[in-house]
């Protein structure tokens, strides 16, 4: 809801991993209001965009808490850093990291590690083709 009308009465979020619910703070009772009947609509719009949570949990954010200013919660990093090494994998090394991921029956989970490791064998790469000469 970054940017919206109803993201700037949001004072913070958690999530809660054991009832897979999103706890989301607002800056006063009205709007605390507003958003709990708007709670399915909110819900049913995550979830078209990817985001699935079995719901979601609105609460008063405490008198005299003052949340960190928004410009400074999404101000990017001044400082760059260098691209992360990196190297392509050949032929043989993409085909066994698709072996060792083959027995996973999850979808989901098994194109999730096969993307960690492909991203982990390529900077692994990078990293010795630097020290090679």
């Known amino acids: 809801c970054s940017g919206t009308r109803e993201g700037r009465h949001v004072t913070g979020l958690r999530y809660l991993p054991e009832s897979n619910e999103l706890l989301v703070y607002l800056d006063s009772p009205s709007w605390t209001q507003e958003m709990t009947l708007l709670r399915e609509i909110i819900r049913a719009r995550m979830e078209r965009a990817g985001a699935h949570v079995d719901g979601l949990v609105f609460k008063t954010t405490a008198p005299g808490h003052t949340p960190p200013a928004t410009k400074e919660r999404l101000r990017p990093a001044t400082t760059e ?41 390529e900077w692994a790469k990078g990293v010795q083709s630097k020290k090679e000469p």
Do not use: F, G
């Open 81 to 121: 850093r260098p691209p992360a090494p990196h190297a392509d994998l050949s032929e043989a090394e993409r085909t066994e990291i698709e072996r060792q991921v083959a027995p996973i029956e999850d979808q989901k989970l098994r194109e999730a590690l096969e993307n960690a490791m492909r991203a982990s064998a």
